[in-house]
């Protein structure tokens, strides 16, 4: 006999209704695509959850996290309100992985079990690791699905580019977002662009096998739209074809294809990248920014025209620095950034010297600051390489080893300085923008407000005036956060409620991770002040070029942990109508906590501390031995690691970088050799948890008797300075190191 509802839960199940159905209905955004829409903004205009006075508050919490199999590069995708075949309407988080993972959450199931499964998930193309072996700019050596998909929200249709590890080609798949299975809507389709010839009339060939699918795509017209690159580090082609740049359309209603184009047509490369940002949808126009090439399109602004005559794409603007040739020459992307479209009709973007530019959007000729004799740097010095900024200090000297001469040697020399004029000598010279730039239009009564952290400087806010076209050269504000000396900087979307309650949300690196995984932040800055309102690591590793995402009061982080984490206020935080609040007092008696999952304890929780960073393919290497107890009081356990640094090595670990490295080895890092090698340890303990220490940090730790010494346990993972060089928290006191002074310890009066 079936048991009858309790008559208690019958009222609470009635106000419940009662509540959700009083309660006025907030506007809510779907992220249709990254940065939010075709002109690239990076913003969402409709939160009202979410203001700078709640965050610094109450701060956020973790409310969920879910497993995925593989990294993610790719920024997560939110579309409301889908019909599910098998679970009805749901909101949907949508996750597309490296290993080709394709993943609908239900952006509401807020269980905190991480393996809860998605309500439909499907691996769309084999996956593998990349045969042959590629460089060390892709540590996982795996590439599926690398630029962020697009949703046809009218259709409920995702379109998606993913990689077949066995065959080496691209697939464009359009999954239906409504079946149980996310199955294609569509025969997928490979990328196998035809039509399209060199100036000296012979065809040209689309060579997956040297190719990557970086910058996310655009729908545009009823057109989807890829933009394509190397494959990795500028490798050309096995036959010794150069890689090229291509931008290829397909019809969205049948897959067919629509159009072709390469930059890279008269003389190669001129790739596509643009840290990841999108190709921009300006109207009838398609703007992107290229990488280096010796053509009359490599280092470029480029503007495309669709027309109906084959192969379906007309050149209608194009813009090079001066000094394209010199950027070509020392790998110093100007399309390492990406562009962003800003009303009534400009193009803004810079690469690796940390200058904007500029530009028409129609004509892409600069309508600020261009090059002239006395000044032939053309375009707007935003950003400076912020730790190597001294000019009383000694000139930083060549790195005559690299396979970029001219680029900076600003390892030998701690504080040595570049000046702006060296920026294009080299990547390591200058800071760096990676992607592209965060718009909120709305910031202002005379204009809105443009954001980047590029590598190496500070998070800065430039003050952009509409009526004048005119975007300031100076910030108008800089926050005192600065991203680490390194080769990304951070990554960036924007939430507010029109013109109100700006918060600028930014994903960044807690080391260098161009040639290694390292774990990252997410913080959250007023965006009128910059401000940090709240910051989260948890030791999840940073996903390079992957922006958060924002919409009703979430903000989505993705890792290259194998998970992505969804964080929102506290629930006591949130808002509540008087209605709400009253059901919520009134059932509260009769409700029952969901038990917390179990945290793992011991030789487990170090093992999953080391997941977490990697493994063996993130930055702290092989284990030494397995975990072990510390054999002491308070139950703790340990496991040590020997890692290799490459790049800026005192950003990541507190190690002194090797200032002699050895020549060039074919494959891996033309500038740092075989990298820096350093010890580092995992410890926890019932009370601190699980953090890791590293270099000379931990040798002045385990001197001091380490978990046995006055300053006992660490409580925070090891973390860069805000000046440079690194820090580490523990019970008993601060570790802080630099290059310059080495290790030193300040232990708590209470522990002395």
């Keep these: 006999m079936a048991q009858r509802p309790r008559p208690t839960r019958c009222l609470a199940a009635l106000l419940v209704v009662a509540a959700f159905g009083c309660a006025r209905a907030e506007p809510v955004a779907d992220v249709l695509t990254e940065h939010n829409d075709s002109a690239r903004s990076g913003t969402v205009l409709t939160e009202t959850v979410l203001t700078p006075a709640r965050v610094e508050a109450d701060g956020l919490v973790r409310r969920y996290e879910r497993d995925v199999n593989g990294g993610i590069v790719a920024q997560p995708l939110i579309l409301h309100d889908v019909p599910t075949a098998a679970h009805g309407r749901r909101n949907l988080l949508l996750v597309a992985t490296e290993t080709n993972w394709v993943y609908a959450f239900d952006l509401d199931d807020d269980r905190d079990d991480p393996a809860t499964p998605a309500l439909a998930a499907r691996q769309l193309e084999p996956s593998g690791p990349v045969e042959p072996s590629i460089c060390g700019e892709t540590p996982s050596q795996r590439v599926g699905i690398t630029g962020t998909p697009v949703i046809d929200a009218a259709t409920r249709t995702l379109y998606a580019v993913a990689r077949n590890a066995a065959d080496h080609q691209y697939y464009l798949h359009a999954v239906d977002l409504t079946t149980a299975t996310l199955r294609d809507r569509l025969p997928p389709v490979r990328i196998a662009p035809t039509g399209l010839r060199s100036p000296a009339g012979e065809p040209l060939a689309f060579h997956a096998e040297c190719q990557r699918n970086r910058p996310a795509l655009l729908l545009s017209s009823g057109v989807v739209y890829a933009g394509f690159g190397s494959l990795a580090c500028d490798r050309d082609c096995p036959d010794g074809s150069p890689y090229r740049g291509w931008v290829v359309g397909y019809r969205a209603t049948d897959l067919a294809q629509a159009a072709a184009f390469s930059p890279g047509a008269d003389a190669g490369h001129a790739g596509i990248w643009q840290g990841g940002s999108g190709l921009v949808g300006a109207g009838d126009r398609i703007v992107f920014m290229t990488g280096n090439g010796p053509g009359a399109l490599g280092d470029a602004f480029v503007a495309l025209e669709p027309s109906r005559a084959p192969p379906g794409l007309t050149l209608a603007a194009a813009h090079q620095p001066p000094n394209h040739a010199t950027l070509d020459r020392t790998d110093c992307d100007l399309g390492s950034g990406g562009p962003v479209w800003l009303p009534p009709g400009l193009i803004v973007g810079g690469g690796k010297e940390g200058r904007y530019e500029v530009l028409d959007a129609r004509t892409l000729a600069p309508v600020e600051a261009p090059a002239t004799p006395a000044h032939p740097a053309e375009g707007v010095q935003a950003f400076v390489n912020a730790y190597h900024a001294d000019p009383s200090a000694p000139a930083c000297a060549q790195q005559t080893r690299s396979a970029f001469p001219t680029n900076c040697d600003t390892a030998a020399v701690p504080g040595c300085y570049v000046a702006p004029s060296r920026y294009g000598d080299g990547e390591d010279c200058g800071p760096n923008i990676n992607g592209a730039p965060v718009f909120w239009s709305l910031a202002g009564p005379d204009g809105g407000l443009l954001y980047q952290m590029p590598a190496r400087d500070d998070l800065k806010a430039f003050r952009y005036h509409p009526a004048a076209r005119h975007l300031d050269e100076t910030p108008a ?154 054999q002491d009081a308070t139950g703790g356990w340990y496991r040590d690691f020997r890692g290799i640094a490459i790049g800026s090595v005192a950003s990541t670990v507190a190690v002194r970088p090797g200032v002699s490295p050895p020549a060039p080895v074919p494959g891996r890092h033309p500038w740092r050799g075989l990298g820096t090698p350093f010890d580092a340890s995992i410890y926890w303990s019932p009370a601190s948890g699980a953090h890791l220490v590293t270099g000379e940090i931990r040798e002045a730790w385990l001197a001091q008797g380490g978990t046995s010494g006055p300053l006992g346990y660490p409580i925070a993972d090891e973390a860069p300075a805000p000046e440079g060089g690194r820090s580490c928290r523990f019970t008993g006191g601060t570790i802080a190191w630099s290059v310059r002074s080495g290790a030193a310890v300040r232990t708590n009066a209470k522990s002395k």
């Excluded at 309650?501 to 995984?517: E, K, R, T």
């Excluded at 800055?525 to 390079?544: I, S, V, Y």
């Excluded at 509260?588 to 906590?593: C, K």
């Design 477 to 630: 504000v800089t926050s005192s956060v600065r991203a680490v000396e390194g080769m990304s900087g951070g990554f960036s979307s924007l939430s507010a409620n029109g013109d109100r309650d700006g918060i600028l949300w930014v994903s960044y690196p807690l080391g260098d991770p161009q040639w290694q995984n390292v774990p990252g932040r997410l913080a959250a800055f007023d965006a009128r002040t910059l401000r940090e309102l709240w910051h989260d690591d948890g030791g999840d590793l940073f996903a390079k070029f992957t922006p958060p995402t924002v919409s009703g009061g979430f903000v989505v982080r993705a890792t290259l942990s194998g998970k992505v984490v969804v964080y929102g206020l506290p629930p006591q935080a949130m808002p509540r109508s008087p209605v709400r609040r009253l059901v919520e007092r009134l059932i509260r008696p009769f409700q029952v906590p969901p038990a917390p999952a179990p945290a793992p304890q011991g030789r487990a929780a170090v093992d999953q501390k080391y997941r977490l960073a990697g493994g063996e393919s993130g930055f702290l290497g092989r284990p030494v031995f397995d975990a072990r107890p510390v």
